[in-house]
């Protein structure tokens, strides 16, 4: 398997794979509390079997090429990812989105893995929209999305039902042409 860097010592970005459903389901367990105050994740992975199917739907919209999850990990251990939840190629969208256990909270671990994924959606896979679909209260995941350079286009008001309640929903995105830009002058 192969690992892409992250510049920091010990970081990098790698696949996700089924086989891996195990320390997939002992990082949700690490981080589910935390995770789940802004992502459902944590509702969905609750034992082996379902986090086999998560990342089989994952491994699955890779074959299609219509998604990817890759894991963040800090000195070996798995403490996040990054995903393209959706990918249209034909249409050229995505969205994109992230989540880290609180113990790798703080060092920028997600910036840089999301600027990884979303560079290949840019240049390989000719991804002229990329989208970051945010809860308001998600305060570090929209310093996120400014850092990478993403414009907020709007607020879906009550868009989102979470564990029984409505939630607005912020949307952000960068262009492709803005994307390219960005990379330029950095």
Same mark, same amino acid.
């Given at each position: *398997? ?24 002992? #990082? *949700? !367990? ?6 789940? $105050?802004?992502?459902?994740?944590? !509702? ?7 986090? $086999? ?11 299609? !090429? ?9 000195? =070996? ?9 959706? *990918?249209?190629?034909?249409? $050229? ?32 896979? =000719?991804? #002229? ?17 400014? $850092?990478?350079? *993403?414009?907020?286009? =709007?607020?879906?008001?009550?868009? #989102? ?5 409505? #939630? ?19």
């Amino acid at each position: *398997m192969y690992a892409i860097s992250l510049g920091d010592e010990g970081a990098e970005l790698c696949p996700l794979e089924p086989w891996q459903a195990e320390e997939f389901l002992a #990082h *949700m !367990d690490r981080g589910r509390e935390f995770i789940g $105050r802004h992502n459902g994740l944590p !509702d969905v992975v609750t034992d082996v079997e379902s986090s $086999r199917a998560f990342l089989q739907a994952y491994a699955d919209k890779t074959a299609s !090429d219509t998604g990817r999850i890759h894991g963040i990990r800090w000195d =070996g251990t798995l403490v996040g990812a990054v995903i393209l939840r959706t *990918m249209d190629v034909a249409q $050229r969208t995505a969205e994109a989105g992230c989540w880290l256990e609180p113990a790798a909270v703080g060092r920028g671990l997600v910036t840089r893995a999301a600027r990884v994924l979303i560079d290949w959606a840019v240049e390989q896979r =000719g991804i #002229h929209r990329v989208e970051w679909w945010v809860s308001p209260d998600n305060t570090p995941s929209i310093a996120v999305a400014r $850092r990478l350079g *993403m414009t907020r286009d =709007g607020v879906l008001r009550a868009s #989102h039902l979470y564990r029984g309640e409505r #939630h607005d929903e912020e949307i952000w995105s960068v262009l492709a042409p803005e994307w390219r830009a960005a990379r330029q002058t950095a």
